[in-house]
């Protein structure tokens, strides 16, 4: 498991930004990673590998702040020969 942590400062707009999040492998082909911000944001994905260097990724975001609104997901297929 891997955890990371993210602090912006815009000079421009002296306002903060605050990432954390986290990385874990389910298996050897299959990661699965998410963060949450100071914005109440949260982003989640899975990705695997079903061949090798070819990725089938699967992603999401919430706003937990306009919950009203709908989620975002996103499906992406990476090929290589």
């Known amino acids: 498991m891997v955890v990371g942590a993210e602090v912006n400062h815009n000079l421009k707009s002296q306002v903060n930004s605050i990432t954390v999040g986290a990385q874990h492998a389910l298996d050897p082909l299959t990661t699965v ?3 949450v911000n ?9 990705q695997h590998e079903w061949r090798p260097n ?3 990724t699967v992603s999401g975001e919430v706003d937990s702040k306009a919950i009203e609104k709908s989620a975002k997901v996103g499906f992406a297929l990476a090929l290589k020969p």
């Open 33 to 35: 990673k998410a963060r």
């Open 38 to 46: 100071n914005a109440d944001i949260a982003n989640a994905l899975i």
């Open 54 to 56: 070819s990725f089938i």
